[in-house]
Nanobody, 125 residues
Framework: QVQLVESGGGLVQAGDSLRLSCAASGRTFSINAMGWFRQAPGKEREFVAA????????NYADSVKGRFTISRDNSKNTVYLQMNTLKPEDTALYYCAASLSAVLTMSAARAYNYWGQGTQVTVSS
């Protein structure tokens, strides 16, 4: 089992920045990738960003490229999502996820085995 706890959400204005954190515990040695997804009210959950746990490879949704950066600190079993130049359309509940798969489509929610409880990000215009 892997447990994930997100933090760092909040209410900000358009153009501001936030950094989300996701701390993993449990069988962290089995993690292959970590991802961030988000879900706005009335919309489906969508991929935001992902990073391999043991290699320097990341993937981003087109809507956040150039504004968001995913990073990890393996020594702390923590993954971060730095969000800059936030827009009202970034408002959503942000979820952290962990995948144990050796081969995966990083943008697909089905590739992830464990999920956090979510942290709310609200961007006002």
């Amino acid at each position: 089992q892997v447990q994930l706890v997100e933090s760092g959400g909040g209410l900000v204005q358009a153009g501001d920045s936030l950094r989300l954190s996701c701390a993993a515990s449990g069988r962290t040695f089995s993690i292959n990738a970590m991802g961030w997804f988000r879900q706005a009210p009335g919309k489906e959950r969508e991929f935001v960003a992902a990073a391999l746990w043991g290699a320097n490879f990341t993937n981003y949704a087109d809507s956040v490229k150039g504004r968001f950066t995913i990073s990890r600190d393996n020594s702390k079993n923590t993954v971060y999502l730095q969000m800059n130049t936030l827009k009202p359309e970034d408002t959503a509940l942000y979820y952290c996820a962990a995948s144990l798969s050796a081969v995966l489509t990083m943008s697909a929610a089905r590739a992830y085995n464990y999920w956090g409880q979510g942290t709310q990000v609200t961007v006002s215009s």
